[in-house]
């Protein structure tokens, strides 16, 4: 039977899991996956974090707890992610030590509402940094304008940093020249540059939602021949400046003292549009040195029948170029599309987050009464 999952790592394609929940840690769930589907690493964010204090009762002990102290919601919260995020990284830390810490990593974001302002977003860094205590952490930092002088500033902590909510290419160059700013930065300090990981996570399928509704809009045949694009060739010219940024002599300057590139890692791969091919964000986007982070079910669906072609990506740049021209000539103004694509994504995680808030003080209101968490 064919390993689907085998041959995109080997194609230099790093599967990771884009969820997280206690229940999928107590039932050996997470471990299962990483054994035998290949996952080498794990992504979490606020929505998911809502989604498992909703609907699993494993955290009522801890939620109890917790009300017996007397510890505000937002501490609570702190608490009750970093606790499930510490046992991955745990769980995890095989494929770490296996790949010699460039894998098994597990990722926790700092509060989406500080995703524009620096100060406090490194301060929340440094504290999960602290609290989690695993080599094998992510502390995710948005791609805002606030976030980049962050994201240099945790690096030069000697704090790995996974780069989130990117959409633009504009702005994918500006994340790289934060990270090797970064590092330069905790070279100096004196951090072992070996220690300290980075992933940039470029999201894929929002940037199709978006173009495409605006397409339909357009109604022209032409526009519509456009649908379903733009996502993969956006990610692909942005692995293109990657390459041509890790292939730099201030890159190879970082990689003679032991630094490890800036992985650039394609999120939001499950397609929202039924009627794209269900691992389309997958197989489009195979190149070395990569990640995937997908959710449960394309995991799955790729190890059922995704197809690992070799690298899709380095050979499509001026195809790519010519969707973004298309697109142009009917009228998508690009700028407008990643202004509106970062926006919302921030919101949407600052929605998640007073969804997680509101959830976890309603557990301890319910606790403090004595009834269930």
């Not at 955290?59 to 009750?80: C, H, I, N, P």
């Not at 490194?122 to 080599?135: G, H, Q, T």
Request: charge should be negative; aromatic fraction near 8%; proline fraction near 3%.
């Amino acid at each position: 039977m064919t390993d689907r999952l085998k041959e995109l790592t080997s194609a230099g394609v790093a599967v990771w899991l884009d969820d997280l929940s206690r229940t999928r840690l107590s039932s050996g769930g997470l471990d299962q996956l990483r054994r035998e589907k290949h996952v080498a690493g794990v992504t979490t964010n606020p929505t998911i974090f809502a989604k498992a204090l909703k609907d699993a009762d494993e955290y009522d002990w801890q939620v109890r707890d917790l009300a017996a102290r007397g510890v505000q919601v937002e501490e609570a919260v702190r608490m009750l992610t970093t606790y499930d995020v510490r046992w991955a990284c745990d769980v995890m830390r095989p494929s770490y030590d296996g790949s010699a810490g460039v894998d098994g990593r597990v990722s926790i974001e700092v509060d989406p509402r500080l995703a524009h302002d620096a100060e406090k977003t490194v301060a929340e860094a440094k504290a999960l940094w602290w609290l989690v205590d695993r080599p094998n952490l992510f502390i995710k930092i948005p791609a805002t304008e606030a976030g980049l002088p962050a994201i240099t500033a945790t690096l030069a902590e000697g704090i790995s940093v996974n780069v989130t909510l990117i959409f633009g290419l504009d702005r994918y160059s500006q994340v790289m020249e934060a990270f090797l700013a970064g590092l330069e930065q905790a070279k100096a300090n004196g951090h072992d540059l070996s220690t300290i990981g980075s992933v940039a996570s470029f999201f894929v399928s929002r940037v199709d939602s978006e173009i495409d509704k605006r397409l339909e809009k357009t109604g022209s045949a032409e526009a519509k021949g456009l649908r379903g694009k733009a996502a993969v060739a956006n990610a692909r010219l942005a692995y293109e400046r990657y390459s041509e940024v890790f292939s730099s002599d201030r890159w190879r300057a970082l990689a003679d003292a032991g630094a490890h590139p800036q992985r650039p890692l394609w999120a939001s791969t499950s397609t929202k549009n039924p009627d794209y091919r269900d691992v389309i964000y997958v197989e489009e986007l195979i190149a070395p040195g990569t990640v995937n982070t997908m959710p449960e079910p394309v995991v799955h669906a790729y190890a059922d029948h995704g197809e690992t072609r070799g690298d899709t990506v380095t050979g499509a740049y001026d195809e790519s170029r010519q969707v973004f021209a298309d697109l142009e000539s009917v009228g998508v103004d690009m700028a407008d599309v990643i202004a509106t694509l970062e926006r919302e994504g921030v919101e949407k995680f600052e929605a998640s987050w007073q969804e997680l808030l509101d959830g976890v003080r309603t557990s301890l209101e319910a606790a403090q009464r004595g009834g269930k968490a």
